[in-house]
């Protein structure tokens, strides 16, 4: 079974921090993703990747970077957090596939910035 | 991102009685048509998916229908039971509708 791990379930932190969020998956999959979820608005895309070094800009990635150094590894920074980036973040991984695949995704981080 | 568009956003119904969620998405680009059940404080989990070589595809008490014409695709719960009340998204591409809360009143 595919297992995407994300570092904090819950973090605090304060405006203008510089926050890292982590996401490790076991499946070997090329493809990594960082999503937001708030009520109301479902799952919107900050930025995703196809591969080692890669990485793409969603609908929402500003305010944010990501780093992608291992295959496994996929982190979400927060460059000087701000109150409307408190949010539930969910990693997800997936394989590669023309004709889509579906999305297995971590347990989120529930960030809080005050 | 792809305009995907879900209803409705809430739906209550009585245990046995079937639920229906529809989503629109507004270009023919992708042909992989997923649908996510998320309960309380949980993860996003796939339940179903279907690609556009078939019309309908059925598992249990699940189904999801696609119609590429007219750009919906529908996910259908029947004989409802409280383990299934928890948000619903529809997914198109890379994006997600804004989820259905369905509650099932037992």
């Known amino acids: 079974d595919v297992k995407v791990t994300q570092s904090s379930r819950y973090l605090v932190k304060r405006t203008g921090e510089k926050v890292f969020l982590e996401c490790v998956q076991d499946?070997?999959?090329?493809?990594m993703f960082w999503y937001r979820q708030d009520p109301g608005l479902g799952l919107r895309l900050i930025y995703f990747s196809y591969d080692v070094k890669m990485k793409e800009k969603g609908d929402i990635p500003e305010g944010y970077s990501v780093s992608r150094e291992k295959k496994e590894r996929f982190s979400l920074i927060l460059e000087s957090a701000s109150t409307n980036q408190t949010s539930m973040y969910l990693c997800?991984?997936?394989?590669?596939?023309?004709?889509?695949?579906?999305?297995?995704f971590g347990n989120g981080t529930r960030l809080t910035v005050t | 991102g792809e305009n995907v568009e879900q209803h409705p956003s809430t739906l209550s119904v009585q245990e046995g009685d079937s639920a229906v969620i529809k989503c629109t998405y507004s270009d023919s680009a992708s042909n992989y048509f997923p649908w996510y059940k998320q309960e309380l404080g949980k993860r996003p989990q796939l339940i179903i998916d279907i690609r556009s070589n078939v019309g309908e595809k059925k598992d249990q008490r699940i189904a999801v229908t696609l119609n590429k014409t007219a750009k919906h695709f529908s996910l259908h719960i029947t004989e409802t039971q409280p383990e299934d009340s928890a948000v619903y998204f529809c997914a198109y591409k890379l994006s997600f509708g804004a989820g259905t809360t369905v509650t099932v009143r037992a």
């Open positions: 499946m070997d999959h090329e493809n």
């Open positions: 997800a991984s997936s394989t590669p596939g023309t004709e889509g695949s579906p999305l297995h």
